[in-house]
């Protein structure tokens, strides 16, 4: 599978952003989907991620109550809506998919596909 992510940008904090992947080639639904970001100087980081159905969703506890994970698995899409953002929500944003393990996981590790990232940059 092919990831595209976007949808990145500057924003001031407090605000939102609504990063989107896009997904083609073998069938999405069959992936459970991440989103993880580095910021710089640091590793990649666990942010959120979602079951092949939707119907399970993961946060790391440093976004919970703010950022939202969601699929549309007609449209073959993974979104992530960021609200109340904080300075040290910087960073580059990465989707991935997984489909090895049966539970969703948040190890960067056992995800094979990864996008391209996309830049998010929070100013005060």
């Known amino acids: 599978v092919q990831l595209q992510a976007c949808g990145g940008g500057l924003v001031q904090a407090g605000g939102s952003l609504r990063l989107s992947c896009a997904a083609s080639g073998r069938s999405f639904s069959t992936y459970d989907m991440g989103w993880f970001r580095q910021a710089p100087g640091k590793e990649r980081e666990f942010v959120a991620a979602?079951?092949?159905?939707?119907?399970?969703?993961y946060y790391a506890d440093s976004v919970r109550g703010r950022f939202t994970i969601s699929r549309n698995n007609v449209k073959n899409t993974a979104v992530l809506q960021m609200n109340s953002l904080k300075l040290e929500d910087t960073a580059v944003y990465y989707c991935?998919?997984?489909?090895?393990?049966?539970?969703?996981?948040?190890?960067?590790?056992?995800?094979?596909?990864w996008g391209q990232g996309t830049l998010v940059t929070v100013s005060s």
């Open positions: 991935a998919a997984q489909a090895w393990l049966a539970a969703v996981t948040s190890d960067p590790q056992h995800y094979d596909y």
């Open positions: 979602i079951s092949r159905s939707g119907g399970s969703t």
